[in-house]
Structures are given as structure tokens and as C-alpha cells.
């Protein structure tokens, strides 16, 4: 489990602009949110991520959130996700190990027999890492659905921010 106000554990994989995403390198005006998904088979993921996700990249900046989402899927799963799903200007990245998604609190799932599902893969979960590199947030499910709204998050920092509202869960 993450610890609130701890610092975040280690956090990198490759991103499909060919770049590497590495979260010690973060420099948000307020913080950066990580969206854990399920990867190519996902269609509750594709929606999140092309009705929810990337239309509200601009007002999630405006309240200096930058945002990046990463699955465990390998390079040719996520490409072809790059060729048939809407990621706009969200920064997606890839190869996220077991290891990093069981520190980072994430449910862990395995293929369903006659699926399309990768042999392992992670459940989704959405982290709020702060500038400073601590841990805000975390929502993580068992189950691909039942995910926090943009709109619900958009507001929330819009509080946090306004207010110098603390972390939660800290007792």
C-alpha cells in the first residue's frame, strides 16, 4: 500500500513519443497524476481514456496537473493502441513491470481463459504525486470499472489548491 505524504517509490518506463517518463524528473506547477490502466483489451480503459482523459488535459494543466498514463502492456500492444485509440496530446507509456505496479499498490490481475488479455496485467489506479514527489492520493480498483471522473478530480486539486487543503488517510 502507498503511504500518504511518503515519498512515491521509483517510477519509469518508455513513453510512445520515444521518450522515457521518469517521475524524478516531474517538474508539475502543483502535481502529477498517474493513470495506471489495463492496457489494449480494455474497452473501459479506452473510454476513460478518450472521453474523460484527453479532453480535460487542458483544464487538468490549468490547475497544474500534468498527467501521464502507462500500462503494462509490451511496445507492440501499445502501439497498436497508438494506431486505434484517441490519446491526443496524453503522454502514454508502456512496459510497466509487476514489480513497479504491486509497489505502486495496484491490483494485479491474470488472463481470463479465452480472452484477449495479456498473461499479467494491472488493475487500474490513479496516483496524485505532489511537485515535491510525495504521495497525495491513490484510488486504485479491483475491477476495471468504477473510476474517478476528470470533472470529480478537476475540482477536487481546484479545492486542494485553493484552500492548502492537507492529505487524507494519514492517521
Not at 1 to 27: C, H, V, Y
Not at 64 to 89: I, T
Not at 114 to 138: K, N, W, Y
Request: proline residues 6%; hydrophobic residues 40%; aromatic residues 10%.
Amino acid at each position: 500500500m502507498l503511504r500518504i505524504n511518503a515519498p512515491a517509490p521509483a517510477l519509469g518506463f518508455p513513453l510512445l513519443s520515444g521518450d522515457r517518463f521518469n517521475l524524478t524528473g516531474e517538474t508539475p506547477e502543483n502535481f502529477t497524476l498517474v493513470i495506471f490502466y489495463r492496457g489494449l483489451h480494455c474497452p473501459i480503459c479506452r473510454k476513460q481514456i478518450e472521453t474523460d482523459v484527453v479532453p480535460n488535459l487542458k483544464a487538468l494543466a490549468e490547475k497544474g496537473v500534468d498527467v501521464v498514463a502507462v500500462s503494462m502492456d509490451e511496445e507492440e500492444r501499445a502501439r497498436k493502441q497508438e494506431a486505434e485509440w484517441n490519446f491526443g496530446d496524453l503522454r502514454v507509456g508502456y512496459a510497466l513491470t509487476e514489480a513497479t505496479a504491486r509497489e505502486w499498490g495496484l491490483y494485479i490481475s491474470s488472463a481470463r481463459n479465452g480472452s484477449t488479455e495479456p498473461e499479467i496485467f494491472c488493475e487500474p489506479g490513479m496516483t496524485l504525486v505532489r511537485a515535491d514527489g510525495s504521495v497525495f492520493a491513490h484510488w486504485q480498483q479491483s475491477v476495471p470499472f468504477a473510476r474517478p471522473g476528470m470533472g470529480d478530480l478537476i475540482s477536487g486539486v481546484g479545492f486542494i489548491v485553493d484552500n492548502d487543503y492537507p492529505a487524507r488517510g494519514t492517521a
